[in-house]
């Protein structure tokens, strides 16, 4: 070390030398052999250094490395766990009460049905009908005279069809879009997201199926005649308004067949006789009473003891189909969740709720005595009520609520998160908070 401290000191005199601006112009000295000797054992000494130093420092960060990894796992692991932890909880939380947060007095309105819209709910008569917010007040009111309404909800937009008359209103959350006039009789109708609408008509010789834009425009007809197609039973129009799925019964011999029909508006269906797309002929002696679109791509048909599930994204297929040994007594969908309710053939309970992921995936299965009038889902929430009893489960089956209310119900609307609903009976329509 004190060789090259005397080395250091000898070239600092030599840079003094040389360093700044000589008026001489003189360059630099050449090293010497002895700098050069003491300047290699200099940079070989620092370099053993500088290697030590990268193998610490790199021994350090992969260290480093290590933890961070290790602390971030255990922070995801320790975050799905809390979250797993309060849905488990949340999904299991029972009620055995209610607080009424808002109450409205029911105007004396005869036969008037009330449904889910919007950010409120719609009171359908043979009078009119008229949209509410959640706390009551109408937003709009459409009267007419109808025998027997039937209304149609899909997502912002509703229809409410005259039941063998000849007319048909179209609404969204703004107000009435239009009016159609069929001219022929009405049996059934079905409302897309934008406001088209499929009627199911009828006269003396054939049956129709029209689309129809809300301002009453004819789009496509296709005709059915009972000895060539059958009688069709059920429609459902998807969302998106390009596709619709009918069921017709037939009589072939001393049997009866359904044939389930899928038929596509769009650009695919031009090219199609009828626009058909596809058709299922193998429902031997059975017939099948309902057919529904669950979202754009599958569709569900229901027969007395067969579940059929279809996938659709231009063409049809089968994608499942379930035997049950018992009659299918309701069915009820979401976009999500196929309900079966049967009579429990087993010991126990006299009813059996099966539910189907729209994939075919089994869900749940549960028994109860209880026979209610209404059965549906609430996102993943299963509402069930009659005019006494009102019970809530969640989608294991297991009983969250079962509660009874002082005045009879007439039905029971979600406000989009669970345990918040509105209330209506004989005399109010309640806003209710489950506790």
Not at 68 to 73: D, E, G, N, P, T
Not at 144 to 167: E, H, R, W
């Amino acid at each position: 070390m004190a060789d090259i401290r005397e080395y250091k000191k000898l070239k600092e005199q030599k840079s003094n030398v040389v360093s700044g601006k000589s008026r001489f112009n003189v360059q630099p000295l050449p090293p010497s052999k002895e700098d050069e000797y003491f300047e290699d054992e200099a940079y070989d000494d620092g370099d053993e250094a500088e290697e030590e130093s990268d193998d610490e420092y790199r021994t350090r960060l992969r260290r480093h490395r290590i933890r961070v990894v290790i602390f971030s796992v255990l922070g995801i692991i320790l975050a799905a766990a809390a979250v797993i932890y309060i849905v488990f909880n949340i999904d299991n939380h029972s009620y055995s009460s209610y607080t009424i947060m808002s109450s409205v007095t029911r105007d004396e309105v005869t036969n008037a049905r009330y449904f889910e819209f919007g950010d409120g709910y719609v009171r359908c008569s043979n009078d009119g009908v008229v949209y509410f917010n959640k706390k009551g007040t109408a937003v709009w009111n459409q009267t007419y005279q109808m025998k027997s309404p039937q209304l149609v909800i899909c997502k912002d937009c509703l229809a409410v069809g005259d039941i063998n008359g000849s007319t048909i209103y179209v609404f969204n959350t703004k107000g009435m879009l239009g009016s159609i006039d069929t001219s022929l009789s009405i049996s059934q109708i079905e409302v897309g997201s934008g406001g088209v609408v499929a009627a199911v008509l009828e006269d003396s010789t054939a049956n129709y199926i029209n689309m129809y834009e809300a301002s009453g425009s004819k789009i496509y007809s296709v005709k059915t005649t009972l000895a060539g197609d059958g009688y069709p039973l059920d429609i459902s129009i998807s969302d998106d308004m390009t596709k619709l799925i009918a069921s017709y019964v037939y009589v072939s011999g001393e049997s009866i067949k359904t044939n389930v029909v899928f038929y596509n508006f769009s650009d695919v269906g031009q090219n199609e006789t009828e626009r058909v797309v596809g058709g299922f002929n193998h429902y031997e002696n059975t017939i099948v009473p309902e057919v529904e679109f669950m979202n754009n791509t599958c569709a569900v048909a229901v027969g007395e003891d067969i579940l059929s599930i279809y996938k659709i994204k231009e063409f049809p297929n089968l994608s499942k189909e379930i035997k049950f040994d018992s009659n299918i007594e309701r069915v009820f969908t979401s976009d999500k969740y196929i309900g079966i309710l049967m009579e429990n053939k087993e010991s126990g309970d006299n009813f059996k709720l099966v539910v189907y992921e729209n994939s075919g995936n089994k869900v749940c299965e549960t028994t109860f005595n209880t026979s209610y009038d209404t059965i549906k889902f609430d996102g993943d929430s299963i509402l069930l009520y009659n005019d006494k009893i009102f019970t809530l489960m969640n989608m294991r089956g297991k009983t969250l609520a079962n509660l009874e209310f002082d005045l009879p119900i007439e039905n029971v609307l979600s406000l989009g998160a669970r345990g918040s609903y509105l209330l209506v009976n004989s005399t109010y329509v309640q806003e209710i908070r489950l506790k």
